[in-house]
C-alpha cells in the first residue's frame, strides 16, 4: 500500500514528478477568492421558491450551496470534528487500517484511481465507506476515533434526509411523477478527503477534473477553500459558507433529466496555508439498478441516452479514471 501523501509530504519540499500534472490540466495561479460563485439557496423560503431557484442552479450551473438546510451545526461541527482527528491520528494507528478492498465496506487509500498503474496520483488521503442502509454498514467502519462511528452514523442519517429532499425538489422542478427517484437511491457513500497543504498549488492537483458517478452529492467543505467548478469553460472558486451544504448533479441525474440538468465538471485545487478536508455524500443507484431518461423528459424529446446497469457505469467511470467526455460518448445516442 502506498504512503499517504499526508506523510511523506510532511517531511519534503520537493514535488515528485508523479504529482505533477500536464500543462494542460494544471490550475495555473490560484486565486484564493471567496467569491459567492455558484448559486447560494436558502432553504427556509416558500416551497415554490425552493423548487424554481434549485431547478434553475442545476440547470445552469448544476451547482449550488444550500443554508438553513435542517442539519444542526452541532453536528456539521462535530463530523468535521472527527474526520479531521482519523486523519490526524498518529501513523502507526492508521497503518492498519489501509485497505483498497471495497468488499469490505471501507477504503482507506491516498490518491487516486488505480494507484499502481497511473502515471500521476492525486494530492489527497481518502476514506470511503458505504452508509445505507446503515446498519448493515456501521460495523465495518473504522473504530477509531472512538466516537467516529456515533458521530459519523447520525451524520449520515442526517445527510441522506436532506439529499432525499432536494431530490423530491427537483423531481417536482422537473414535472416528474412524486417519488419517481426513490428507486434510484439505494446506495450511499460517504467519502472523507483530506488535502495535505503544499507551499505551491500550482503543479498538482486534489482532484482532477471530473464530474460526479452519483445521482446526487452533498458536500460539506469546512472554511478552507480548494472547490471549483467548470462553468462556460472557466473555472470559478466555491467560496467556503460556515455550515452550507455544496450540492450538485451527478451523471444518474444528468442522463435521468435526459440532459436538462448540467453534472458539471469540478475539480479540486489545493491550499498553501492549510490542510483542507471534505466530507463527501454521494447518493447513488444500487449496482444493478438500470438507469435511463425518464419516460416524460424524454417525452417530446428523443432519448438521448441508451439505459445501462448502474455497475457497468461505475466500472467504466473508474477505467476512464472520471473522464466524463469518455464515458458519455459511450451511453450517448447519436442523433
Ligand atoms: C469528489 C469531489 C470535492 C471536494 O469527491 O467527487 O468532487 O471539495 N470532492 O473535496
Ligand atoms: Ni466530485
Same mark, same amino acid.
Not at 425552493?50 to 443554508?67: K, M, T, Y
Not at 494507484?115 to 452508509?131: A, G, P, V
Not at 467560496?239 to 475539480?267: C, D, M, T, W, Y
Given at each position: 500500500m502506498a504512503n499517504l501523501v499526508s506523510t511523506w509530504s510532511k517531511t519534503t519540499q520537493i514535488l515528485p514528478g508523479n504529482y505533477i500534472f500536464p500543462v494542460n490540466q494544471r490550475p495555473g495561479p490560484v486565486e484564493v477568492s471567496l467569491c459567492q460563485s455558484i448559486p447560494l439557496i436558502d432553504l427556509s423560503? %416558500?416551497? %415554490? =421558491? =425552493? *423548487?424554481q431557484e434549485i431547478l434553475q442552479a442545476c440547470q445552469e450551473f448544476g451547482f449550488f450551496q444550500a443554508i438553513n438546510h435542517g442539519v444542526s451545526e452541532y453536528l456539521i461541527d462535530k463530523t468535521m470534528k472527527v474526520c479531521k482527528e482519523f486523519f490526524n491520528m498518529p501513523n502507526e494507528e492508521k497503518e492498519k487500517l489501509y485497505t483498497n478492498d471495497l468488499t469490505k465496506g471501507y477504503r482507506f487509500f491516498t490518491s487516486s484511481?488505480?494507484?499502481i498503474n497511473e502515471k500521476i496520483h492525486f494530492w489527497r488521503d481518502n476514506l470511503q465507506h458505504q452508509c445505507h442502509p446503515i446498519d448493515e454498514w456501521v460495523h465495518s467502519w473504522p473504530e477509531k476515533p472512538t466516537n467516529y462511528r456515533d458521530v459519523v452514523r447520525k451524520y449520515s442519517l442526517e445527510v441522506r434526509k436532506l439529499s432525499l429532499r432536494m431530490l423530491e425538489l427537483i423531481c417536482e422542478g422537473l414535472g416528474l411523477e412524486h417519488g419517481c427517484?426513490?428507486?434510484?437511491?439505494g446506495a450511499q457513500l460517504l467519502s472523507i478527503n483530506h488535502y495535505p497543504w503544499w507551499p505551491d498549488p500550482g503543479l498538482t492537483l486534489g482532484l482532477p477534473k471530473h464530474a460526479d458517478h452519483s445521482l446526487i452529492t452533498v458536500l460539506l467543505q469546512g472554511s478552507v477553500h480548494g472547490l471549483q467548478v467548470c462553468k462556460d469553460g472557466k473555472w470559478l472558486n466555491v467560496g467556503p459558507v460556515p455550515h452550507a451544504f455544496v450540492v450538485n448533479i451527478g451523471h444518474q441525474l444528468h442522463v435521468i433529466s435526459n440532459g436538462k440538468l448540467r453534472s458539471a465538471e469540478h475539480r479540486v485545487v489545493t491550499n498553501s496555508r492549510e490542510a483542507r478536508t471534505s466530507i463527501v455524500n454521494f447518493i447513488n443507484p444500487c449496482r444493478d439498478t438500470i438507469v435511463k431518461p425518464a419516460k416524460s423528459m424524454s417525452g417530446t424529446d428523443a432519448p438521448l441516452?441508451?439505459?445501462?446497469k448502474y455497475k457497468d457505469f461505475f466500472k467504466l467511470f473508474h477505467e476512464k479514471q472520471g473522464d466524463t467526455q469518455? *464515458?458519455?460518448k459511450i451511453y450517448k445516442i447519436k442523433p
Amino acid at each position: 500500500m502506498a504512503n499517504l501523501v499526508s506523510t511523506w509530504s510532511k517531511t519534503t519540499q520537493i514535488l515528485p514528478g508523479n504529482y505533477i500534472f500536464p500543462v494542460n490540466q494544471r490550475p495555473g495561479p490560484v486565486e484564493v477568492s471567496l467569491c459567492q460563485s455558484i448559486p447560494l439557496i436558502d432553504l427556509s423560503t %416558500s416551497h %415554490s =421558491q =425552493q *423548487v424554481q431557484e434549485i431547478l434553475q442552479a442545476c440547470q445552469e450551473f448544476g451547482f449550488f450551496q444550500a443554508i438553513n438546510h435542517g442539519v444542526s451545526e452541532y453536528l456539521i461541527d462535530k463530523t468535521m470534528k472527527v474526520c479531521k482527528e482519523f486523519f490526524n491520528m498518529p501513523n502507526e494507528e492508521k497503518e492498519k487500517l489501509y485497505t483498497n478492498d471495497l468488499t469490505k465496506g471501507y477504503r482507506f487509500f491516498t490518491s487516486s484511481y488505480d494507484y499502481i498503474n497511473e502515471k500521476i496520483h492525486f494530492w489527497r488521503d481518502n476514506l470511503q465507506h458505504q452508509c445505507h442502509p446503515i446498519d448493515e454498514w456501521v460495523h465495518s467502519w473504522p473504530e477509531k476515533p472512538t466516537n467516529y462511528r456515533d458521530v459519523v452514523r447520525k451524520y449520515s442519517l442526517e445527510v441522506r434526509k436532506l439529499s432525499l429532499r432536494m431530490l423530491e425538489l427537483i423531481c417536482e422542478g422537473l414535472g416528474l411523477e412524486h417519488g419517481c427517484f426513490e428507486e434510484l437511491t439505494g446506495a450511499q457513500l460517504l467519502s472523507i478527503n483530506h488535502y495535505p497543504w503544499w507551499p505551491d498549488p500550482g503543479l498538482t492537483l486534489g482532484l482532477p477534473k471530473h464530474a460526479d458517478h452519483s445521482l446526487i452529492t452533498v458536500l460539506l467543505q469546512g472554511s478552507v477553500h480548494g472547490l471549483q467548478v467548470c462553468k462556460d469553460g472557466k473555472w470559478l472558486n466555491v467560496g467556503p459558507v460556515p455550515h452550507a451544504f455544496v450540492v450538485n448533479i451527478g451523471h444518474q441525474l444528468h442522463v435521468i433529466s435526459n440532459g436538462k440538468l448540467r453534472s458539471a465538471e469540478h475539480r479540486v485545487v489545493t491550499n498553501s496555508r492549510e490542510a483542507r478536508t471534505s466530507i463527501v455524500n454521494f447518493i447513488n443507484p444500487c449496482r444493478d439498478t438500470i438507469v435511463k431518461p425518464a419516460k416524460s423528459m424524454s417525452g417530446t424529446d428523443a432519448p438521448l441516452f441508451r439505459p445501462y446497469k448502474y455497475k457497468d457505469f461505475f466500472k467504466l467511470f473508474h477505467e476512464k479514471q472520471g473522464d466524463t467526455q469518455a *464515458v458519455m460518448k459511450i451511453y450517448k445516442i447519436k442523433p
